[in-house]
């Protein structure tokens, strides 16, 4: 019943996703299937979590085998995948409504559903790419139906994601060849020798990757602008977080043995403070709701691969927790940008203000989510953060001080972002607008409620979700659950909360007004000209990649046109030439061909008395 | 019917039936758009009988003494593979020229040399003998030349004799070497040559003559700038050439000769992979620059047939099989993709993609064949690419090479790169032509049908790889 409750839990959204596009024309009919499909979803994820089940058909001969296993970790990433799935499509029926192209948005959602299911279940290595892979259409799909122009990003989106996967199959190739099986749990290998390390570098370039980390980050900031709304509360802020990290904690903690102090765990460790850090500046100077989020949707990642990377109990414990508590504040964050979008017609910050009375609900929803990606007790960002604190302190105390600053820098954009939104004067424009309709609030409190919940009572998601995914012999005999803080940690915490608040007053003061309150940093010496480069694009992996690809193109242009010379040019004249110069053989005068003849015959004599 | 005769008939009906199609389009067009899808599809369903005797192991010849030997044709996994591909791409090309060359002059010559060229791809498939295969070998450049040039203009037929030197000076070459073959091991047969070749391996002379021939069938690097220039034939023509049966002569001869009957020395286990690097690479950043579309797909070809290659001379069951895959999956998306582009062509009269744009809004369906295409031949799943894509790099990176397989991972990240812009560029963004309909329902079908095909194969991969799987170990002598 369980093995077969999982390929249900594969088919049944890829078979409604069908109906769903068979009826995409049908608006209303068109989404009630795909809140059935949701539906449907949830109560197969729901069924699934906590049982185990392995199902192998052997299938090639060349290592893709069907097979699928659910445990406590996989179990744990459907159920919260269809979560989130059923809240988004909830908060999209008014949302889309009257869109063009809500059926192809829905068709696609549960299509990313069908493979992110598959991703999280399979075994085996090379099926795992297949679903991985898979996501990358919708990806496209999902950015390209957004506002006019929005291909852009979709092909941007695509190219950055779709290298790093060409990486992780290359990863993949490798690591099945060393361990000598594409079964994942069957995989045993170590970092000491060559071959595994590059296997574990392309695997882990894969799953940074779909998380969103740097430098494959780029094209979230501007999907942010383009797609439809719920695609960023989907897609960058819940399922490729929750695929992305799951992977990288698998590859970590069952594929290969990552050890603290080993130069691999540094690495990571590295990345994620780079992209805590750069994100986050970012971030702060943006003055677009969405775009602003988007930067964080990278930030936030940062922590998770510190967490993990730390490879101690704490620091991955806390990074898993994070995983599931980004998914949940950042999709409500964005949720809370839509509500905002479509009750305005705008996201620019500027355009904003007051919000806070007009719509209490949505701010509600607000001031609970940022506070919880800001760290702020006892939402649960803060329970999750002062783990990866305590693991990153354990392996050096650099880490420690880069994730702290990226608080204080976290803290401050989203005090200039509440202030500018929901604070302040009431712009004309928006002297008219109302609450959001009931069926968008819903998701946005029920996901709310689990920030809180799951701060407050810790205890449900690290017993029941994270920590089993360790085991007892990885937990060292820890329980991470409660209250019990390392005092230290936690006064770091609330200084740097209070230097954040302090800081926004400081810039609200000198500017005068919320939008304005990172001004101060923004045109700091030195940080103001960085930030126009970066603004300007360049830094953008993506730019510097298609100019490097260019480069590329030119050289082998021009290689490829010198070949094209060698045929069409040079065989060409070499060949004139010689016929030019037989030619002026051939005079036209009689004795000189009889002297040819007569030389000929002669040649052909003394060869033959030569051979005898 | 006796197996040998289905073979015989799958080479014979296309190759002397092509002959009546001139007769026949005298006398009523129709009938003879008819008559030539028809004889592929003999060969089609020939084809399709001969999967259940070669699957369960037996080896199908035909023999007939003359002069040069005794074998003639010889049917194993591989060749009805290779069959089964060219002649399923070939059949939906013949569909489509229904209504693309519908609009031009010359229609029974080029119904003629169509069919004739999907023939002598048959009896090349299956020929069990050096002289034979010379023989088939050289009706495809005849046939190849005379379509390339098939709008007659004077720069267009000078291509078309480009293309017929640069392969027939390969050809020669070949020649050269299989006599010196014949030479060192006595005979004209396959068969004959693999039992005396066993423990006295090919001098490298003969080799690399052979060799040169094969690359300038394929048109890889140093031999093939002439495919980009002959993009200027028909559209359905050039998606003959690129995907269905001309370049996938060289890769099939490369298979037939030097993986099943003649195994190289060593060495080329190192050179053929580079060679195929390079060319791969230089064809794909040659395609990121090329803004004519006809032009730039066959720079796509280019650069896949590198990956193929790769698959087929780095040793090993997984390359290999991913090798033979990779011909499948390549030969129907890069068909579709011609395709989608002789729509374009056809009904913009523009082949610039800097002058075309948002073409999605009026050929929705063209834009979406193209675009699962290009997914295929980028290598995402579930379309048929994706497999074909991971078995040669895996099985590339069990081997000593490793940065050969790397420059084959950047390469594939160029794929993604140039491919997309060609999307973007014709179907996206601002129309800057005037918008025509869609191309006629004939033409539009076998796009779609080609993109259908593309997922089938990858969503059914049971069949394809469980096929080329069994043809590896044939080859590889693991079963019989």
């Keep these: ?612 | 019917m006796s197996l040998d005769t289905i073979m015989l008939l799958v080479v014979v009906v296309p190759v002397f039936g092509s002959l009546l199609l001139p007769l026949v389009g005298k006398v009523c067009k129709s009938t003879r758009n008819g008559l030539a899808l028809l004889l592929v599809l003999v060969s089609l369903a020939g084809s399709l009988m001969l999967i259940g005797p070669v699957m369960s192991g037996k080896v199908i010849t035909l023999t007939f003494p003359t002069g040069f030997g005794q074998m003639m044709l010889m049917a194993d996994r591989l060749a009805v593979f290779m069959a089964l591909v060219s002649s399923l791409v070939g059949a939906i090309i013949v569909f489509y020229s229904w209504g693309y060359i519908s609009h031009y002059e010359n229609q029974n010559e080029y119904y003629l040399l169509v069919v004739l060229f999907l023939g002598a791809m048959m009896g090349l498939v299956f020929a069990a003998n050096l002289l034979i295969l010379y023989i088939f070998w050289e009706i495809t450049a005849i046939a190849s030349w005379r379509l390339i040039g098939f709008f007659r203009s004077p720069a267009i037929v000078l291509r078309a004799d480009k293309s017929f030197l640069v392969t027939f000076f390969g050809a020669t070459m070949m020649l050269l070497g299989f006599i010196m073959v014949r030479e060192q091991a006595g005979s004209w047969d396959l068969p004959a040559i693999k039992a005396a070749l066993v423990g006295h391996p090919l001098s490298s002379a003969a080799v690399a003559l052979i060799l040169l021939g094969i690359l300038s069938k394929s048109a890889t690097l140093p031999l093939q700038t002439w495919l980009p220039d002959a993009g200027v034939a028909p559209s359905p023509v050039t998606a003959l050439l690129h995907a269905a049966v001309l370049v996938k002569i060289g890769v099939y001869a490369y298979a037939r000769l030097f993986v099943v009957n003649m195994p190289l020395p060593e060495i080329w286990q190192t050179i053929v992979p580079a060679i195929a690097g390079v060319s791969a690479l230089v064809a794909a950043g040659a395609a990121l620059l090329e803004t004519d579309l006809k032009r730039l797909i066959a720079f796509s070809t280019i650069s896949q047939i590198g990956f193929i290659f790769l698959g087929l001379s780095i040793g090993g069951e997984l390359a290999l099989a991913g090798g033979l895959l990779y011909i499948l999956m390549h030969g129907v998306a890069k068909g579709g993709l011609f395709l989608c582009a002789g729509i374009v062509e056809q009904n913009t009269h523009c082949k610039d993609i800097t002058k075309l744009g948002g073409l999605i809004k009026t050929m929705p369906v063209t834009a979406i064949a193209f675009l699962i295409c290009t997914f295929s031949v980028i290598g995402i799943p579930p379309l048929g690419g994706f497999f074909s894509k991971y078995m040669v790099i895996a099985g590339a990176a069990k081997g000593p090479h490793l940065w050969i397989v790397l420059s084959f991972v950047g390469t594939a990240f160029l794929t993604i790169i140039y491919l997309m812009r060609v999307f973007v560029m014709v179907f996206m963004g601002e129309p800057k032509t005037e918008l025509k309909s869609e191309g006629s329902p004939v033409m539009v079908w076998s796009v779609a049908l080609l993109a259908l095909l593309s997922i089938a194969g990858g969503l059914l991969i049971y069949y394809p790889s469980f096929f080329a799987t069994e043809a590896t170990r044939q080859i590889l002598g693991l079963i019989p």
Excluded at chain 1, 264 to 282: H, N, P
Excluded at chain 1, 284 to 289: E, F, G, V, W
Excluded at chain 1, 441 to 455: N, S, Y
């Design chain 1, 1 to 612: 019943m369980t093995n077969n409750l999982m390929y249900f839990a594969i088919l049944l959204p890829a078979v409604i996703s069908l109906l769903a596009f068979a009826t995409r024309k049908m608006g209303k009919v068109c989404a009630a299937t795909a809140l059935l499909g949701a539906v449907v979803n949830l109560v197969v994820a729901i069924k699934l979590f906590g049982q185990t089940a392995a199902v192998h058909v052997p299938w090639t001969s060349w290592g893709l085998d069907f097979t699928l296993r659910l445990y406590s970790f996989s179990g744990f990433i459907v159920l919260a995948a269809a979560g989130f799935a059923l809240a988004i499509t909830l908060y999209s029926l008014p949302f889309m409504a009257k869109r063009e192209h809500s059926g192809l948005f829905y068709f696609q959602l549960l299509l990313s559903v069908a493979f992110a299911n598959g991703a999280a279940l399979a075994d085996n290595l090379i099926l795992l790419l297949f679903f991985w892979e898979g996501l990358l259409i919708t990806l496209y799909g999902l950015i390209a139906i957004g506002r006019p122009g929005a291909w852009k990003s979709a092909m941007k989106a695509l190219v950055l994601v779709g290298v790093s996967d060409v990486c992780m199959m290359f990863g993949i190739a490798l690591a099945g060849h060393f361990a000598g099986t594409m079964q994942i749990s069957k995989m045993h290998l170590v970092l000491t020798e060559t071959g595994p390390t590059l296997a574990f570098l392309f695997l882990i370039i894969g799953a940074t990757a779909k998380a969103g980390a740097l430098p494959f980050h780029s094209w979230i900031p501007d999907a942010a602008e383009d797609a439809p709304l719920p695609f960023m509360a989907l897609m960058p802020a819940a399922f490729e977080k929750l695929l992305g990290i799951y992977f990288l904690a698998r590859i970590t903690l069952d594929m290969f043995a990552l050890t603290p102090g080993s130069w691999c765990s540094t690495l990571l460790m590295t990345l994620g403070a780079i992209t805590i850090l750069v994100a986050v500046m970012m971030a702060l100077i943006q003055k677009d709701y969405k775009r602003l989020l988007a930067y964080h949707a990278i930030s936030q990642v940062g922590y998770m691969i510190l967490g993990i990377g730390t490879a101690v109990p704490a620091g991955i414990v806390g990074g898993l927790f994070h995983m599931i508590n980004h998914a949940l504040y950042k999709s409500g964050l964005f949720l809370s940008g839509g509500s905002v979008e479509r009750q305005t017609g705008t996201t620019d910050l500027s355009k904003l203000g007051g919000l806070a009375r007009q719509m209490p609900i949505t701010f509600f929803c607000f001031f609970v989510t940022a506070c919880s990606i800001s760290g702020v007790p006892p939402f649960n960002g803060f329970i999750s953060k002062e783990l990866i604190y305590d693991g990153a302190l354990e392996r050096g105390g650099i880490f420690y001080a880069a994730a702290l600053l990226g608080s204080f820098l976290t803290a401050a954009s989203f005090l200039k972002l509440g202030h500018s939104a929901y604070f302040g004067k009431v712009s004309e424009a928006n002297k008219n607008v109302k609450e959001a309709p009931w069926a968008m609030l819903v998701p946005m409190l029920t996901i709310a409620g689990f920030c809180i919940l799951f701060g407050v009572y810790n205890q449900l998601p690290l017993h029941k979700l994270i920590q089993p995914v360790l085991g007892e012999h990885r937990l060292e005999g820890h329980d991470y659950a409660g209250w019990h803080f390392n005092i230290m940690l936690v006064v770091g915490t609330l200084v740097v909360l209070a230097l954040a608040l302090l800081n926004h007053f400081i810039g609200v003061k000198r500017s005068g007004s919320g939008i304005g309150a990172a001004d101060h940093i923004h045109y700091a010496p030195g940080l103001h000209q960085a930030y126009d480069a970066a603004e300007k694009g360049w830094f953008d992996p993506y730019e510097l990649g298609l100019t490097l690809a260019r480069g590329v193109g030119r050289v082998t242009w021009g290689v490829d046109r010198f070949i094209n010379w060698v045929s069409d040019g040079l065989a060409v004249g070499v060949t004139a030439m010689f016929s030019y110069l037989v030619r002026s053989f051939h005079t036209g005068s009689l004795p000189i061909y009889l002297w040819w003849a007569i030389a000929g015959v002669a040649l052909v004599i003394i060869l033959l008395v030569k051979v005898n």
